[in-house]
């Protein structure tokens, strides 16, 4: 910027500030962090002023949601996180951190609405000083070469990028005439002049592939945040349902994107794979008083995943939990691993782990209380069964917040393990085909895609394959709570091969059930609470859980 300046000076084109002098002073700072434990990470990561990010901001993206791995932090625990503070901010003194650079940034957006004649000046000179400093530094890019006129040492020369070109010479070295020349417009006739001095709102559009359905949809509740040139946050909006979203105004011509996948009440953030990197994708390039239009298409990208991760959390408490009554789970900042490469049924909530026992509290620091999945048999799972699998970690993270003492234990078979995941399972699969028969008339899941049998059987709807399951087959995820729900005898004879378990209940609903498995400890216990709820279906019930929940248990 200093050179930026001084070549403004010798620039007889260019427009000089009003007051004679510009004083090019540090007015951020470009600081790296380095914490060395939990409380220390906490606070860097929660100070909202430092907005830090697990990535260098000149670091270029390679490729769409791409983790950036500090080589001299692999060996530690913590990675590194970058912020630019401004000069006066005071700096976490108890973390460990290096002063990068000194920045200078314009201050545009502190002129008023109405500028006067010398903050029009003031706005013009703005604008010459980044052209200047981006052009010395080779980072004009191309269009914007070709909107100048240069020269070598008469303004009067005039010569465009096409002459630059042919006589070999580079933008950088040479000079850019500012002078405005009233013919010149834009495409919508506004004067370059006015250009420069305007407001204008960064906004946008950012949505998924729901490859099992073949179609686009909004990434909803998502934070999107806007970086003058890349780098110093200046606006922050979230996207609405179908993925829009448009921050406040500002002068900021050059800005880049970027999307968090977490929610706006601190609900839930979506984690890359551990809780030391966020979930985030960054926009490619630099954006001229343009919107951002960003459709996650790939299914082999982590940015895709990452949508799709957050889109399931998102409609799980902003609708679903409404719609059927469910309780919410309690935890600020729920944290949610989404592991690229693992496999989807290795997904786990860590209230739940294989001893039974609740894990001991510092730990949680950690560890995600969720971590999910992408793939099934080695290769990619599908859309509806992320959601699925996201729905039924968040399904035992509501249970814990509405019996925590649930999990104290697990005896031997008079226990949580069928049960829990009985209901787990049973929200999952009713959730999940509640959501895309709303997106879609023509839903077919995509076990029953992959599935010849099931699909001409007519079972075209997630978890449709529990149906077909005999009582031999059941394990501790068993489809009694869709039982209890639905209409369907799958032991209806001619329905499917060998011996299916006799269904003979219906109508209860979700909201029931889980208050039925409120506070209670054993299988007993919760099958008379679901037997309080309607006493006519006593022997239908005692059935159904004689054949699902006691066979288990054997």
Same mark, same amino acid.
């Given at each position: 910027?200093?050179?930026?300046?001084?070549?403004?000076?010798?620039?007889?084109?260019?427009?000089?500030?009003?007051?004679?002098?510009?004083?090019?002073?540090?007015?951020?700072?470009?600081?790296?962090?380095?914490?060395?434990?939990?409380?220390?990470?906490?606070?860097?990561?929660?100070?909202?002023?430092?907005?830090?990010?697990?990535?260098?901001?000149?670091?270029?993206?390679?490729?769409?949601?791409?983790?950036?791995?500090?080589?001299?932090?692999?060996?530690?625990?913590?990675?590194?996180?970058?912020?630019? @503070?401004? /000069? $006066? &901010?005071?700096?976490?003194? =108890?973390?460990?951190?290096? *002063?990068?650079?000194?920045?200078? #940034?314009?201050?545009?957006?502190?002129?008023?609405?109405?500028?006067?004649?010398?903050?029009?000046?003031?706005?013009?000179?703005?604008?010459?000083?980044?052209?200047?400093?981006?052009?010395?530094?080779?980072?004009?890019?191309?269009?914007?070469?070709?909107?100048?006129?240069?020269?070598?040492?008469?303004?009067?020369?005039?010569?465009?990028?096409?002459?630059?070109?042919?006589?070999?010479?580079?933008?950088?070295? @040479?000079? /850019? $005439? &500012?002078?405005?020349?009233? =013919?010149?417009?834009?495409? *919508?006739?506004?004067?370059?002049? #006015?250009?420069?001095?305007?407001?204008?709102?960064?906004?946008?559009?950012?949505?998924?592939?729901?490859?099992?359905?073949?179609?686009?949809?909004?990434?909803?509740?998502?934070?999107?945040?806007?970086?003058?040139?890349?780098?110093?946050?200046?606006?922050?909006?979230?996207?609405?349902?179908?993925?829009?979203?448009?921050?406040?105004?500002?002068?900021?011509?050059?800005?880049?994107?970027?999307?968090?996948?977490?929610?706006?009440?601190?609900?839930?953030?979506?984690?890359?794979?551990?809780?030391?990197?966020?979930?985030?994708?960054?926009?490619?390039?630099?954006?001229?008083?343009?919107?951002?239009?960003?459709?996650?298409?790939?299914?082999?990208?982590?940015?895709?995943?990452?949508?799709?991760?957050?889109?399931?959390?998102?409609?799980?408490?902003?609708?679903?939990?409404?719609?059927?009554?469910?309780?919410?789970?309690?935890?600020?900042?729920?944290?949610?691993?989404?592991?690229?490469?693992?496999?989807?049924?290795?997904?786990?909530?860590?209230?739940?782990?294989?001893?039974?026992?609740?894990?001991?509290?510092?730990?949680?620091?950690?560890?995600?209380?969720?971590?999910?999945?992408?793939?099934?048999?080695?290769?990619?799972?599908?859309?509806?069964?992320?959601?699925?699998?996201?729905?039924?970690?968040?399904?035992?993270?509501?249970?814990?917040?509405?019996?925590?003492?649930?999990?104290?234990?697990?005896?031997?078979?008079?226990?949580?393990?069928?049960?829990?995941?009985?209901?787990?399972?049973?929200?999952?699969?009713?959730?999940?085909?509640?959501?895309?028969?709303?997106?879609?008339?023509?839903?077919?899941?995509?076990?029953?895609?992959?599935?010849?049998?099931?699909?001409?059987?007519?079972?075209?709807?997630?978890?449709?394959?529990?149906?077909?399951?005999?009582?031999?087959?059941?394990?501790?995820?068993?489809?009694?709570?869709?039982?209890?729900?639905?209409?369907?005898?799958?032991?209806?004879?001619?329905?499917?091969?060998?011996?299916?378990?006799?269904?003979?209940?219906?109508?209860?609903?979700?909201?029931?059930?889980?208050?039925?498995?409120?506070?209670?400890?054993?299988?007993?216990?919760?099958?008379?609470?679901?037997?309080?709820?309607?006493?006519?279906?006593?022997a239908a019930i005692n059935e159904l859980f004689n054949q699902y929940m006691y066979n288990i248990c054997d």
């Amino acid at each position: 910027m200093s050179n930026a300046y001084k070549n403004l000076l010798k620039n007889p084109t260019a427009i000089k500030h009003p007051n004679g002098y510009y004083n090019i002073n540090r007015t951020h700072l470009y600081v790296k962090f380095q914490p060395q434990d939990s409380i220390q990470y906490n606070k860097i990561i929660n100070d909202t002023i430092l907005a830090v990010s697990d990535e260098p901001f000149e670091y270029e993206v390679i490729s769409e949601g791409s983790v950036y791995l500090d080589p001299r932090t692999i060996d530690s625990t913590f990675t590194a996180y970058y912020s630019v @503070v401004p /000069i $006066n &901010y005071t700096i976490p003194t =108890n973390v460990p951190y290096t *002063i990068i650079d000194n920045l200078h #940034f314009t201050k545009e957006d502190e002129i008023r609405d109405s500028p006067s004649t010398t903050e029009e000046q003031i706005l013009d000179f703005y604008e010459d000083l980044n052209t200047e400093a981006l052009k010395i530094s080779d980072n004009l890019e191309e269009d914007e070469k070709f909107e100048h006129t240069y020269f070598l040492n008469d303004p009067s020369e005039k010569l465009t990028y096409d002459d630059l070109k042919r006589l070999g010479l580079k933008v950088k070295d @040479v000079q /850019i $005439n &500012y002078e405005l020349e009233p =013919n010149e417009l834009d495409n *919508i006739q506004e004067s370059r002049l #006015f250009g420069r001095r305007r407001k204008w709102n960064p906004c946008g559009r950012i949505t998924v592939r729901e490859d099992v359905l073949n179609q686009n949809i909004g990434v909803a509740g998502a934070r999107v945040k806007v970086r003058k040139w890349g780098w110093l946050v200046i606006r922050k909006a979230y996207t609405n349902n179908n993925g829009d979203f448009q921050t406040s105004s500002t002068r900021t011509k050059r800005v880049k994107y970027a999307v968090y996948f977490r929610n706006s009440d601190k609900r839930f953030k979506v984690k890359a794979g551990t809780i030391f990197w966020d979930a985030r994708h960054r926009g490619h390039r630099k954006y001229k008083r343009k919107c951002w239009y960003q459709d996650f298409n790939n299914t082999g990208v982590r940015s895709h995943f990452y949508a799709l991760v957050h889109n399931a959390a998102y409609d799980y408490y902003s609708r679903a939990v409404n719609t059927f009554g469910l309780k919410k789970p309690n935890q600020s900042w729920l944290r949610i691993s989404a592991k690229f490469n693992n496999t989807i049924g290795q997904s786990n909530h860590l209230d739940i782990n294989p001893n039974g026992q609740i894990p001991f509290i510092p730990l949680l620091s950690f560890y995600s209380e969720i971590r999910v999945g992408r793939k099934s048999q080695g290769t990619y799972a599908g859309s509806d069964r992320i959601y699925g699998t996201v729905v039924h970690e968040m399904t035992h993270a509501s249970h814990y917040r509405l019996d925590r003492n649930f999990f104290a234990n697990w005896p031997s078979c008079e226990r949580i393990g069928p049960m829990a995941e009985s209901w787990a399972e049973g929200a999952e699969t009713i959730l999940t085909n509640d959501r895309y028969n709303q997106l879609s008339n023509n839903y077919v899941s995509t076990q029953a895609q992959n599935n010849a049998n099931l699909f001409n059987a007519g079972l075209t709807n997630h978890n449709d394959r529990l149906q077909t399951l005999t009582i031999a087959d059941i394990d501790e995820y068993t489809p009694i709570v869709v039982d209890l729900i639905d209409n369907l005898n799958q032991n209806t004879p001619g329905f499917w091969s060998g011996v299916q378990p006799i269904d003979n209940v219906s109508g209860y609903t979700l909201s029931q059930i889980q208050s039925a498995l409120n506070i209670s400890r054993g299988i007993d216990g919760w099958k008379k609470r679901i037997m309080n709820i309607n006493g006519n279906d006593d022997a239908a019930i005692n059935e159904l859980f004689n054949q699902y929940m006691y066979n288990i248990c054997d």
